[in-house]
């Protein structure tokens, strides 16, 4: 498998549920981000983590919690959320985790619905 | 802080025309700026990316300028076809700001 790839691709879940969401790139690529995109809002960068370490964190609510065990490997746990949370979460990876000349490679999304 | 935003929100037109999107920045210290396409429910496909140097990129039937001094940049897609249908988004890099992406323009080109 090539590129970029998240699970699951849909997700309901209620306020009291615990979930995780998985990104795994196949691109040899050093960053790795989540962003969240919600209907009638720009895309929105949570995270970033380059080389493994968390580089920047976007002022995201303490129930979004990001983990990054490897270069390859990203995931974004998920407990106690509200309505508002539902949207699609997006993971991107780019080559040298600068964005100075990155291009950034996405996958292709988990929906996520909080009910 | 850095702001995008993207005009027309929409945008139809029949096949074999030529058009142009544009994407507005504030902060113009940029160091690149990325045009995106993105398929209904779908990730992001990067287009081009436009270094703070340049002034333009092209691929294929795609041309993307940048004019920092303005603050703007365009896509340009030549002989629109019904497959190019999909959101188009830029997103501006400034230092410390990472990526700031604009709402995205809608485009239908209709067969």
């Known amino acids: 498998e090539t590129g970029v790839t998240q699970t699951p691709r849909h997700l309901v879940m209620g306020m009291t549920n615990k979930k995780s969401l998985k990104c795994e790139q196949h691109?040899?690529?050093?960053?790795m981000y989540w962003y969240k995109q919600s209907a009638k809002k720009p895309l929105e960068l949570m995270f970033v983590y380059s080389l493994e370490e968390r580089v920047e964190n976007n002022s995201v609510p303490s129930r979004f919690s990001p983990e990054c065990p490897n270069s390859s490997h990203l995931f974004l746990h998920l407990h106690t959320l509200q309505p508002e949370d539902s949207a699609l979460y997006l993971c991107?990876?780019?080559?040298?985790?600068?964005?100075?000349?990155?291009?950034?490679?996405f996958g292709p999304g988990t929906r996520l619905t909080v009910l | 802080k850095q702001e995008v935003t993207q005009i027309p929100a929409a945008l139809s037109v029949p096949e074999g025309e030529n058009l142009v999107l544009n994407c507005s920045f504030t902060?113009?210290?940029?160091?690149?700026l990325q045009w995106f396409r993105q398929d209904p429910g779908k990730g992001l496909t990067s287009l081009l990316l436009i270094q703070s140097s340049q002034r333009e990129q092209t691929s294929g039937r795609l041309n993307a300028s940048l004019d920092k001094s303005s603050g703007r940049s365009t896509l340009y897609i030549a002989a629109s076809q019904p497959g190019d249908s999909a959101t188009y988004l830029c997103?501006?890099?400034?230092?410390?700001?990472?990526?700031?992406f604009g709402p995205g323009t809608r485009l239908s080109v209709l067969p």
């Open positions: 997103a501006a890099y400034n230092y410390g700001q990472n990526f700031v």
């Open positions: 902060d113009s210290a940029i160091y690149n």
């Open positions: 991107a990876s780019s080559p040298q985790g600068s964005g100075r000349t990155d291009t950034q490679y």
């Open positions: 691109l040899g690529h050093n960053a």
